[in-house]
């Protein structure tokens, strides 16, 4: 066994552990070889790495910046307590619907990112590199390059291990738009970190983040243009649920240009503009005082030295097999680095995966069926499996489609929310393909149709199944009763029966 840093000669820190491998008599101790190195300290990362430690390796974790990664610090968090105090602000400017009359209210921009900051601080907590250490792990706040394989340099060390696991994540990138370095535009790291509400903001790309920012911004009072290269936001999702977002989107006071790519950015004045074209050579200015790029994410792999470890990337992430194996035979992936759903659950799901591949010798394939997601606009819109058009392409004939509109699901109504709908896309025999919910809490409603695709439990089973009334979760249960409803209530069956009880009240009156 090789002597870690710091061990005082003929000591080996590893005799009569403690349970936490760093630390003995009070100093850290830092091996130089290790049962697994994982590089990137966000969720994919310190899950790997905290997993392994607790299963009794020797494990290092290596971060550049800071522990928690993307989602702690400039995605998932932050955007969330941006999206509740939008929400206030909605709730606030509809109050008179709910027969609360309000005297105005101000938007106290800097007070919101304030509690924005108080929050990450209080998640990141968890995050916190002695809590890390105390699990077991040893943390190393650097950046992390390959020398091989199964060497890792790190702050002037060398680390050497017999697995490492790859979580570097990914970054935004921007179009290629004439004069856009220039006039320079935001990111949602820089959006995240602004003092002062824009007085108008131009949104390029409409997924899941520009989505979020636009309606935010909006909410707050910034006038917002959204522009869009598909003609409806959310463009991996249903068609049905990208039509309700667009008005949804609209009636916030967003500006929706549907279809352009932008060409083209200069600034007038103060001003930035940017010139954006359709299919048929129409053009539209968009003029802002700030630009937010949301239109691309690519793999962050730069400064890893990946041919030293025989590693290939791709385009979208790192070449990985089903066991999230990399081109190099011992070395792992998982999170935002493998291009593949670049969502925090995901990473979390693949990090147990790759941890268990990369520390044991029976290999299990990580199970990409069933993935759920969601984007935090208000209504929410969550989605797990096939959208209605993918499942007639690669189900075709056996496809039916079950849709229950909030405004028909009580708590819906009284709540006021009626805004969307859940839609199921059944295969034969009931089996459900694909489940996509445009309505308030569509996040925690989607599960039960992730379970249901999960366990293979047919559409029936949720109509069949009780549902307390009056919860949002009837909604689900009211588009699978379209399914009985399709298959039993037939004019064949209701003559059947017509028939039946005309039958059985003619022999009763004997
Ligand atoms: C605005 C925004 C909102 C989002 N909202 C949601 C949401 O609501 N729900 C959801 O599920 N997902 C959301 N996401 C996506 C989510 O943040 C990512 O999927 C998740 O953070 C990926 O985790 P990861 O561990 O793969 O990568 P990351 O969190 O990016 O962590 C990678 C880490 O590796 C480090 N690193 C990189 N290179 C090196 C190196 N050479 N040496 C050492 N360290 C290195 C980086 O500093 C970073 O800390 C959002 C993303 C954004 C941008």
Known sequence: MSCPIQCPPGADPYDGATGNPNRQGGTTLIASRYDLVVIGGGTAGLVSAAGAASLGARVALVERDKLGGDCLHTG????????KSARVASLIDHSEE???????YEVNFPAI?????????????????????????????????????DEVAVDGRRLTTRNAIIATGSHSTAPPITGLEDIGYLTHVEALRLRRLPRSIVVVGSGPIGCEFA???????SDVVLISSSPLPLPKEDVEVGEVLKQVLVSDGVTFHGGYKVEEARTEGDEKVLIARNERGETVEARGEEILIAAGRAPTAESLSLENAGVELEKKGLKVDEKLCTTAPNIYAAGDITGKYLFTHVAEYQARAALRNALFPIKTKADHRVVPWTTFTDPEVA????TEEQARREHDGQVRVFRQPFSGVDRAVVDGETEGFVKIVTGKRGRILGGHIIGPDAGNLIHEIVLAMQKNIPIGTLSTTIHVYPTLAQANQRTADNYYREKLFTDRNRKILKGFFGLRRRLSRR
């Open 215 to 221: 309606q935010i911004f909006a909410r707050f009072g």
């Open 76 to 83: 998932c968090v932050p955007t969330k307590t941006l999206v």
């Open 98 to 104: 709910y027969g609360i009359k309000t005297s105005g």
């Open 383 to 386: 989605r797990v499996g096939l």
């Open 113 to 149: 990112m304030d509690r924005m900051v108080r929050i990450v601080r209080s998640a990141g907590e968890h995050d916190d590199p002695d809590r890390i250490r105390g699990l077991g792990v040893d943390v190393f706040l650097d950046e992390a390059r390959f020398t091989s394989p």
